[in-house]
């Protein structure tokens, strides 16, 4: 009885060993760089829907004219206090972003969806205000910002395939959903990268957008 308990626990102290070094490895430059190359497919898919929305958002821009405007209505930044401010928009584009990923169990439909949106919205951004008001008061944050996005759709594509590879292998291969969580674990670890990467990108996006992109632009405006 002794021993099947020393046993368990030896077992249990090795799952949490394996697990540790599993995470760990995560933050190794090999690693990150191998998650970039291995998902370069998905992540120029990403890029590839965004710009499409934002064509269409530019070209069309009649026709989401009303529904864009009202959605930029109710975008309620606090605009009075630099923390605040930050705060405020960090939490509500890591919200988004989150979701996105969270989404992919809905095989990355909603999530597109949600990349289209935004696409749509910056092409009628374009379509009505000048493009070096644009490039000059959302470049600062938005060159972090942005690709916060791509890899939060990154991340929605790895979670589908990660629930197509469960299902498929639970009810067409007869593995049990432990075995399959085990051998998926490559995936697990990106999903936890990329949640990663994007909550590190929206932080500094938020720092630079609340403190930072408005004097920036100002300042420039002003020598223009």
């Given at each position: 009885?002794?021993i099947d308990?020393?046993n368990?626990y030896?077992?249990r102290f090795?799952?949490?060993?394996m ?8 933050f ?7 998650y970039?190359?291995r998902?370069?497919?998905l992540?120029?898919?990403?890029i590839i ?7 269409v ?7 989401f004219r009303?529904?864009?405007?009202e959605a930029?209505?109710n975008?309620n930044?606090p ?5 605040d401010?930050t ?6 584009n890591?919200r988004?972003?989150?979701l996105?990923i ?7 439909v ?6 289209f949106?935004?696409?749509?919205l910056i092409?009628f951004i ?7 008001i644009?490039f000059?008061?959302t470049?600062?944050h938005?060159i972090?910002?942005i690709?916060?996005?791509?890899l939060?759709?990154l991340?929605s594509f790895?979670?589908?395939k990660?629930?197509i590879?469960?299902?498929k ?7 049990t959903?432990?075995g399959e969580?085990h051998d ?11 949640i990663i990467?994007v ?5 500094i ?20």
């Amino acid at each position: 009885m002794l021993i099947d308990k020393y046993n368990y626990y030896l077992i249990r102290f090795s799952d949490v060993h394996m697990i540790k070094e599993e995470l760990i490895s995560i933050f190794s430059k090999k690693y990150v760089k191998d998650y970039f190359i291995r998902n370069r497919n998905l992540i120029l898919l990403g890029i590839i829907i965004f710009i499409i929305s934002i064509i269409v958002g530019y070209v069309y821009n009649d026709v989401f004219r009303n529904i864009m405007l009202e959605a930029m209505k109710n975008m309620n930044i606090p605009l009075d206090n630099p923390i605040d401010s930050t705060v405020a928009l960090f939490l509500n584009n890591i919200r988004v972003n989150l979701l996105m990923i969270l989404l992919g169990f809905t095989f990355s439909v909603i999530s597109v969806m949600v990349l289209f949106v935004n696409g749509i919205l910056i092409g009628f951004i374009t379509s009505i205000v000048p493009g070096h008001i644009i490039f000059l008061y959302t470049f600062p944050h938005g060159i972090f910002e942005i690709p916060a996005l791509f890899l939060a759709m990154l991340g929605s594509f790895i979670v589908t395939k990660f629930e197509i590879k469960i299902l498929k292998g639970i009810f067409q291969n007869g593995k049990t959903f432990k075995g399959e969580l085990h051998d998926s674990r490559l995936m697990i670890k990106d999903i936890i990268l990329t949640i990663i990467l994007v909550t590190v990108l929206l932080c500094i996006a938020a720092i630079i957008e609340a403190n930072f992109t408005l004097t920036i632009g100002n300042f420039i405006m002003s020598l223009l």
